[in-house]
């Protein structure tokens, strides 16, 4: 009984999510794709059940629209997937040997590859030149070796002109890719600047000092300065180089401290 209760409730939600994706268009309360700035960032409400975004354009508009498109795209790949693969499937179970071999290889290297870098190929395949790329987390979920690699790919992309707008919150990424960054605190853009000037402005080196109540790290300009500060410290100290997740630190995470 639970079983078919259950295999009922999910039949109900994804025939009421397939309904939302065909009608989209006719129970949309507003145009996805209207802006109007006087609008921006308004609070869920009656008007606007989601809100609105930083162009003024409702959320809840751009959610049900933006379904159909989900939905489009999973069932032309679920179609794409079942011919292609009963196929590979047949040939492989019919010759057997070499061929079945080489077709679960190629299926592995395809499980393997990571998603995001195969996103960007074929995204790069279908706009053939663009010219702005925009990445949400690019590395979220990488081991080390994947991070380097993905960080060489967009090191490369960026010498051939390609502009990259990205998002994270790994600030050795941040650093390591970025011409300029811009820290967000409570959804406003607090700081904007190149991230190796934002280090020279707060100090190219940290002495990290180790008390009964934490570790607090102290910032110099020069070399010199923070050895003298160190040679004089009672406590457990160390020089290091400074990073930008120093800057976020004394700068929106004293903000957050304060709230």
Known sequence: MKKNTRFAVLSILVFLILA??????????????SASLSDAFQAPGKGHYF???????DVFSRV?????????????????????GTFLGIIAGYFGGVADAVIMRVGDMMIAF????????IAGILAMHPKVLVLDEPTAGMDALARRQMWN????????????LLTTHYMEEAETLCDRVGFMCGGRLEETDAPGHMIEMLGRYAVDETSPDGLKSHYFHGKEEA????????????LRSTTLEDVFLETIGQQLECR
Not at 64 to 84: E, F, P, Q
Request: glycine share 4%; charged share 15%; net charge negative.
């Open 51 to 57: 809100g609105t975004d930083a162009l003024g354009r």
């Open 114 to 121: 990571p998603d995001l870098i195969l996103a960007m190929a």
């Open 227 to 238: 050895i003298q500060y160190l040679s004089a410290s009672e406590q457990e100290t160390a």
């Open 153 to 164: 790919l967009l090191k490369k992309l960026n010498q051939q002109k390609l502009t990259i």
């Open 20 to 33: 939302v994706a065909f009608l989209a268009d006719k129970i949309v309360p507003y145009d996805p794709l």
């Open 64 to 84: 049900i629209c933006g379904a159909t498109t989900s939905v489009y795209s999973v069932l032309i790949l679920v179609a794409v997937i079942l011919v292609v």
